[in-house]
T-cell receptor, first 115, second 117 residues
Framework: AQTVTQSQPEMSVQEAETVTLSCTYDTSESNYYLFWYKQPPSRQMILVIRQEAYKQQNATENRFSVNFQKAAKSFSLKISDSQLGDTAMYFCAYLLDFGNEKLTFGTGTRLTIIP | EAGVAQSPRYKIIEKRQSVAFWCNPISGHATLYWYQQILGQGPKLLIQFQNNGVVDDSQLPKDRFSAERLKGVDSTLKIQPAKLEDSAVYLC???????????????FGPGTRLLVL
């Protein structure tokens, strides 16, 4: 079974600084997807960024980028120029590329941006 | 484009009562998911529908939980009777059919927060 591990339960950073959230996963498959979701206090799960495992190039979405290390099974999220609105829980998730499989989530990292 | 809709947003009930949640997915999304998120944890899949058929309900406590998607569009999740440990946020998500562009991305609704007293 696939597992996703987020080893940082909580993090905080000053506004405008850069922060990196860690995620590792365990799988024996070669084709899969990885996601970072943001969950603010409203509890809505919002997609931040996604990465296809067959792509070597790291995904980027504005201030958000990932460092995808397939061999190491590592998928970290970097937030540049952090803003107060980035305060939220961040979940790393894995999806096997074989039909509509279920998302496997990590336990989350609570990120606080300090003004 | 309208997102995934869920209602109610909050519900408080006493144990042994019944409760139902409703979800309307994004238009054109064939696949619908119900997740349970207990405080301090990541979401856990309860059931997955492809159109009006069940794809995966292996983690659904079938003695008390039931779900349906009769016309392949909106869905209802029911708990009867509720237990204290059912207190959680219930998230609905939807996605395009597998194999289509972006078909692997799940889009979530705002969730229903349930408190069982």
């Amino acid at each position: 079974a696939q597992t996703v591990t987020q080893s940082q339960p909580e993090m905080s950073v000053q506004e405008a600084e850069t922060v990196t959230l860690s995620c590792t996963y365990d799988t024996s498959e070669s084709n899969y997807y990885l996601f970072w979701y943001k969950q603010p206090p409203s509890r809505q799960m919002i997609l931040v960024i996604r990465q296809e495992a067959y792509k070597q190039q790291n995904a980027t979405e504005n201030r958000f980028s990932v460092n995808f290390q397939k061999a190491a099974k590592s998928f970290s999220l970097k937030i540049s120029d952090s803003q107060l609105g980035d305060t939220a829980m961040y979940f790393c998730a894995y999806l096997l590329d074989f039909g509509n499989e279920k998302l496997t989530f990590g336990t989350g990292t609570r990120l606080t941006i300090i003004p | 484009e309208a997102g995934v809709a869920q209602s109610p947003r909050y519900k408080i009930i006493e144990k042994r009562q019944s409760v139902a949640f409703w979800c309307n997915p994004i238009s054109g999304h064939a696949t619908l998911y119900w997740y349970q998120q207990i405080l301090g944890q990541g979401p856990k899949l309860l059931i997955q529908f492809q159109n009006n058929g069940v794809v995966d309900d292996s983690q659904l406590p079938k003695d008390r939980f039931s779900a349906e998607r009769l016309k392949g569009v909106d869905s209802t999740l029911k708990i009867q009777p509720a237990k204290l440990e059912d207190s959680a946020v219930y998230l609905c998500a939807s996605s395009l059919p597998s194999g289509t562009e972006d078909g692997e991305t799940q889009y979530f609704g705002p969730g229903t927060r349930l408190l069982v007293l």
